[in-house]
């Protein structure tokens, strides 16, 4: 379950328990296995996130200047990275996710979610904040509330008497897939396309409806509805989607592990200077790697639109619908 959050201000922050470690770590990137005892002393900022969550990505910015700016004063920030989907459990996955953006603190690999219980956790993404003692004092669930968390980090440093003077905050103007959402004018919803989460049963056919309701999806094509994804059986195959948002986002997985070139149309066309990084302005793209795909970045007003991709190759396996 991913949250949204929202900007307050800090203050004070209570012990409110004792920071668990990472003893149940499958394994480790970036670093050696880190435990809690040996943190003592050190301000430990925890980020739970999973590489394909669209919330976590939009505040990856803030926390890698984080972990820049504070290192010399005694932070250390350590990702939890607990899977959502069973291809996010693959180390080589995690690890070409963690080179792509630029996670360069430690990563503690959780895949059997034993770090996420110890810290009875329960959202993507999570930050917990412990002070030198090895005690949390702070948590945020969700997006937002960036000055509030750089202010407990300058708070619990400055306890330890590691701060420096200043009290300045970090400057951050996320772009690309880091950018943050349209909040104002977004009014579609995160939109699981497997039976175990989600809640509509889709139109299916030969062709997308031409009539859909906002934030209904329909496929066209010969697929299968499974647990997690909805999976393309014979080629072609397309899945419609009616949304609001100037983002749209899909989460997507060549089950043969081959290459399955795409395409993309808004409002029956192809994308032009709405396409997303994933795709070019005639609206073609190639699903490589299994991860967070960004098919539509609308310039200009944001109307309702319906939004359409099609694949080449059966295999296709369809997660989730992200907006921004």
Not at 135 to 157: K, M, S, T
Not at 182 to 188: A, G, R, T, V
Not at 228 to 253: C, E, K, T, W, Y
């Amino acid at each position: 379950m991913s949250l949204y959050g929202s900007d307050s201000p800090v203050g004070a922050l209570p012990v409110e328990s004792r920071l668990p470690g990472f003893d149940g770590a499958a394994g480790w990137l970036n670093s050696a296995p880190l435990a809690a005892a040996g943190l003592r002393g050190q301000v430990v900022v925890v980020d739970f996130w999973t590489y394909t969550c669209i919330n976590w990505l939009r505040t990856l910015g803030y926390v890698r200047a984080w972990a820049e700016k504070y290192q010399e004063q005694g932070l250390v920030v350590v990702g939890v990275h607990t899977p959502e989907f069973p291809f996010e459990r693959e180390v080589d996955n995690v690890r070409r996710a963690v080179s792509d953006m630029r996670v360069a603190y430690p990563v503690a690999l959780d895949p059997d979610y034993d770090v996420w219980r110890a810290f009875s956790n329960h959202y993507w993404p999570a930050l917990y904040i412990a002070d030198a003692e090895g005690r949390i004092r702070y948590h945020h669930f969700g997006e937002g509330a960036y000055d509030e968390c750089e202010r407990a980090i300058q708070v619990v440093l400055r306890e330890a008497g590691t701060a420096s003077a200043t009290d300045e905050l970090v400057s951050v103007a996320p772009d690309g897939i880091e950018a943050q959402a349209d909040w104002e004018n977004l009014e579609s919803p995160e939109t699981y396309l497997g039976a175990e989460q989600g809640r509509l049963v889709p139109p299916r056919g030969d062709a997308i409806p031409d009539q859909l309701a906002l934030n209904q999806w329909a496929l066209a094509g010969d697929w299968t509805i499974e647990e997690r994804a909805s999976v393309l059986n014979q080629a072609p195959g397309g899945i419609g989607f009616r949304f609001h948002a100037r983002d749209v986002n899909l989460v997507i997985r060549s089950r043969e592990a081959t290459p399955i070139p795409f395409r993309v149309r808004v409002d029956g066309v192809a994308p032009g200077a709405a396409h997303g990084l994933d795709v070019d302005d005639a609206g073609s793209g190639i699903l490589h790697e299994p991860r967070l795909y960004q098919l539509v970045r609308a310039p200009g007003p944001v109307v309702d639109r319906t939004f359409e991709i099609t694949f080449d190759a059966a295999g296709v396996e369809a997660y989730v619908f992200t907006f921004g």
